[in-house]
DNA sequence: CACCATGTTCCTTG
DNA sequence: CCAAGGAACATGGT
């Protein structure tokens, strides 16, 4: 589920349902979730503070929060590693199987689920200052992707999962990116052209954006309930009802379709692998060197 | 049983 | 210095 733009419809929503809640209770689940940190210690700084805005930097949720006492700002990062979600359910509904951590609000409990456990939240904001430019901010221009490209010999698609380089790409949206952009993921990224990576670029925001334009139409709800339910009021979960179709997977191109055609052309869509990860491309539409 | 999985970080080898 | 590869984290799906 997260990559940038699943982080941004995640804080489109928690931004409004939690801005000016106060939190009352943390219960750490899984202490290494607390990353780097303690656990007491984050319990300490964030019981009592309350919410005064969610912000999303590359893929990390940002979390401003004012001390009750002492009033002074300050920020918990989040980030939901491979499986992390994040929503509110009412405060007496049970807790899923793999809760990471649980915040009591007032009516309200705002959960941390994680499968796998890789995702974290710190009050450690270090980890923003290597991040590149935002894909969908005006930062994020020809020159600044062109820097970050060029004097690099490695594949355009480990590029682009380098976070200094742009923000908040992913593996899926790699695959997507590169092919809208019709490149070929193996290219060493200081052989691109200018004009190839004017059209990346392009095809980078294009995916991003239409991604969560997607995003943003899908009904949220929260496990265990049905859809439209009557109090589901004030309460979301981004993700795909037990049963729904899976609508997330039907409008990627080539993503996890590895011998199925090209929407584009027809020819099989074949996978490979760069760095221990799956790429996905369509080699008549993105014809490059063959490795 | 085998292999794969939306992420990051650390370590080793060349 | 760079690049590549592997492992770790931990659990579940196919």
Redesign the pocket.
């Known amino acids: ?3 940038l733009p ?1 982080v941004e419809v995640l804080v489109r929503h928690l931004a409004p349902a939690l801005t000016g809640r106060r939190i009352r209770a943390v219960e750490v689940h899984r202490a ?1 979730t607390v990353r780097p940190g303690s656990p007491a210690a984050f319990r300490r700084a964030v019981e009592g503070a309350r919410f005064t805005d969610v912000e999303r930097r ?3 949720l940002v979390f401003r929060l004012r001390a009750s006492r002492s009033r002074a700002p300050m920020v918990v990062l989040g ?5 992390g979600r994040m929503y509110l359910q009412p405060r007496r509904a049970a807790l899923p ?2 809760v990471a951590v649980a915040m009591d609000l007032d009516r309200l409990r705002f959960v941390f689920e994680d ?4 995702g974290r939240l710190s009050l450690e904001t270090s ?1 923003l200052e ?1 991040l590149g430019p935002e894909p969908l901010g005006p930062e994020f221009t020809v020159g600044a992707f062109l820097a970050g490209l060029r ?5 355009i698609k ?1 590029r682009l ?1 380098d ?1 200094r380089v742009v923000a908040g ?4 949206y790699a695959s997507e990116a590169l092919f809208r952009a019709r490149i070929a993921p193996q290219l060493p990224s200081e052989q691109l052209t200018r004009e190839q990576v004017v059209r990346l670029r392009a095809a980078i925001r294009g995916t991003l954006q239409d991604a969560i334009r997607f995003g943003s139409t899908v009904p949220l709800d929260w496990p265990g309930r049905g859809e439209g339910g009557s109090d589901s009021r004030g309460l979301f979960y981004y993700g795909r009802a037990p049963g729904a179709p899976d609508v997330y997977a039907e409008r990627l191109a080539v993503y ?1 379709r590895a011998g199925q055609p090209c929407r584009r052309c027809g020819t099989r869509i074949a ?1 490979m ?6 790429t996905y491309y369509c080699p008549h539409c993105q014809p490059g060197p063959t490795v």
């Open positions: 589920m997260p990559e699943e290494k590359g893929k990390y980030h939901l590693g491979m499986t199987r793999h499968t796998r456990y890789f980890a290597p004097r690099s010999r490695q594949a480990v999962l976070q790409v992913g593996n899926i996890d996978r692998l760069q760095m221990g990860r799956s």
